[in-house]
């Protein structure tokens, strides 16, 4: 790219009604001076391609001007080999085209006025490596009034702008701080994989089992020890109830029903009640455009966030195929030995967990045996049938949490079997 120093001199004659606009930072109006003086401007620089910039005192680049048109663009990391750290106080400020700018994770300074009146833009990508963002970086001038005394106006947020950036994040801070809509597409720490339970399907594939972290906002890994993850378990993030937002990658192509569920007691009348399970209350879903993570929250009823367009994810590379070992002669199957409980045999009705104890726990391990979710061996069956009738129901599961708050007193629950 051809680069060439320019310096601009400009001798501007400003006409009755040419404003200079001292507006404050506050939506109240202001009255604004006309004026008759001349402005000389004098200002030396370099350019490449679009782009006006300055060489800093340690070598890296700060941009100074856009004179572009281009509606989406991405600001460029390096320009001529040297790094672009910073962009300019009101260096894109009236690029009324501009509607989408990604910024390059070089960047570390944001300053005043950066994009002063881009009337249009609604979508601005800032990095974690931003630590400074200067005033008005995201405002316009609206004016209301026009006279023979001045133009009155007010500062305002651009309209319809999303900053999108990282958890715990400058550009996060600086967006809640001056009310501008804020979609977190990473962490700026790098998730634990401990946190995460999962199994690995034919093909390399992970399925996500459960989560054993404790944070309120969670972005699920694209991949684990350098395998896909595409699938979120039935019951992966069950009963995570300070679970707040999860960011669903686009690999991820399955997700079971109640991975975002917990449990529920709902009271019938005045003397029952049943144990059910309903979405995390206040969780919000982010993750792409027509991705699975978005047919799924839509279906769920979760409140779901776009944070950026659908894509095809990487096909994953076919393992190298092994030969076959030789073949062994073969021997006669060990019988897989009689199942136990997880835990100590009960010995009453109801109670499960073996603790002498007939508890809401023991009325939901039932009701997970009712579904499926849980196997049933014989000294289970025993004892959670509780009707007598051959099979595990959520009656029998009913019955244990009305004995466990004291509703039913003449029961065969937490009796000796």
């Given at each position: 790219?051809?680069?060439?120093?320019?310096?601009?001199?400009?001798?501007?004659?400003?006409?009755?009604?040419?404003?200079?606009?001292?507006?404050?930072?506050?939506?109240?109006?202001?009255?604004?001076?006309?004026?008759?003086?001349?402005?000389?401007?004098?200002?030396?620089?370099?350019?490449?391609?679009?782009?006006?910039?300055?060489?800093?005192?340690?070598?890296?680049?700060?941009?100074?001007?856009?004179?572009?048109?281009?509606?989406?663009?991405?600001?460029?990391?390096?320009?001529?080999?040297?790094?672009?750290?910073?962009?300019?106080?009101?260096?894109?400020?009236?690029?009324?085209?501009?509607?989408?700018?990604?910024?390059?994770?070089?960047?570390?300074?944001?300053?005043?006025?950066?994009?002063?009146?881009?009337?249009?833009?609604?979508?601005?990508?800032?990095?974690?490596?931003?630590?400074?963002?200067?005033?008005?970086?995201?405002?316009?001038?609206?004016?209301?009034?026009r006279g023979s005394e001045g133009i009155t106006g007010v500062r305002l947020r651009i309209p319809g702008l999303t900053i999108y950036g990282y958890e715990k994040s400058h550009a996060q801070?600086?967006?809640?701080?001056?009310?501008?809509?804020?979609?977190?597409?990473?962490?700026?720490?790098?998730?634990?994989?401990?946190?995460?339970e999962y199994i690995i399907h034919e093909g390399s594939t992970i399925e996500i089992t459960k989560y054993n972290g404790s944070d309120s906002e969670v972005v699920i890994p694209t991949e684990?020890?350098?395998?896909?993850?595409?699938?979120?378990?039935?019951?992966?993030?069950?009963?995570?109830?300070?679970?707040?937002?999860?960011?669903?990658?686009?690999?991820?192509?399955?997700?079971?029903?109640?991975?975002?569920?917990?449990?529920?007691?709902?009271v019938i009348g005045s003397r029952s009640a049943m144990l059910t399970a309903e979405p995390i209350p206040g969780l919000t879903i982010y993750g792409y455009d027509k991705s699975y993570a978005?047919?799924?929250?839509?279906?769920?009823?979760?409140?779901?966030?776009?944070?950026?367009?659908?894509?095809?994810?990487?096909?994953?590379?076919?393992?190298?195929?092994?030969?076959?070992?030789?073949?062994?002669?073969?021997?006669?199957?060990?019988?897989?030995?009689?199942?136990?409980?997880?835990?100590?045999?009960?010995?009453?009705?109801?109670?499960?967990?073996?603790?002498?104890?007939?508890?809401?726990?023991?009325?939901?391990?039932?009701?997970?045996?009712?579904?499926?979710?849980?196997?049933?061996?014989?000294?289970?069956?025993?004892?959670?049938?509780?009707?007598?009738?051959?099979?595990?129901?959520?009656?029998?599961?009913?019955?244990?949490?009305?004995?466990?708050?004291?509703?039913?007193?003449?029961?065969?629950?937490?009796?000796?079997?």
């Open positions: 790219m051809t680069k060439k120093l320019i310096c601009i001199s400009l001798a501007a004659a400003l006409l009755a009604g040419t404003s200079i606009i001292p507006i404050t930072a506050s939506a109240e109006q202001t009255t604004i001076e006309t004026s008759t003086a001349s402005v000389n401007i004098s200002e030396c620089g370099e350019t490449y391609g679009d782009y006006e910039y300055s060489v800093r005192g340690d070598g890296t680049v700060s941009i100074t001007k856009y004179n572009g048109n281009d509606a989406e663009i991405t600001i460029p990391s390096e320009i001529d080999g040297a790094t672009m750290t910073s962009i300019g106080d009101s260096a894109f400020s009236n690029c009324t085209s501009l509607t989408s700018v990604i910024i390059p994770d070089s960047v570390n300074v944001i300053g005043k006025n950066a994009f002063y009146n881009c009337t249009s833009l609604t979508s601005v990508t800032i990095p974690a490596s931003v630590t400074s963002l200067g005033d008005y970086a995201f405002y316009y001038t609206n004016i209301v009034s801070i600086y967006a809640n701080n001056n009310g501008i809509p804020f979609v977190v597409i990473g962490s700026t720490l790098v998730p634990s994989i401990t946190d995460y684990i020890n350098g395998k896909p993850v595409t699938a979120i378990g039935e019951v992966a993030f069950y009963d995570c109830t300070s679970l707040k937002s999860v960011t669903i990658p686009m690999s991820v192509t399955s997700i079971g029903d109640r991975a975002f569920s917990c449990k529920k007691i709902v978005q047919t799924f929250a839509n279906d769920k009823g979760f409140t779901f966030v776009v944070i950026g367009e659908s894509y095809e994810p990487e096909p994953t590379p076919e393992p190298t195929p092994t030969p076959d070992p030789t073949p062994t002669p073969e021997t006669t199957p060990t019988p897989d030995p009689t199942p136990t409980p997880p835990s100590a045999t009960p010995s009453v009705y109801g109670d499960i967990d073996g603790d002498n104890t007939i508890t809401s726990a023991d009325a939901l391990s039932i009701l997970r045996m009712s579904v499926g979710l849980d196997h049933v061996t014989p000294e289970f069956m025993s004892i959670a049938d509780i009707d007598g009738n051959g099979t595990i129901t959520s009656s029998d599961a009913l019955a244990v949490l009305r004995a466990s708050i004291g509703l039913d007193k003449d029961t065969k629950v937490g009796t000796t079997i």
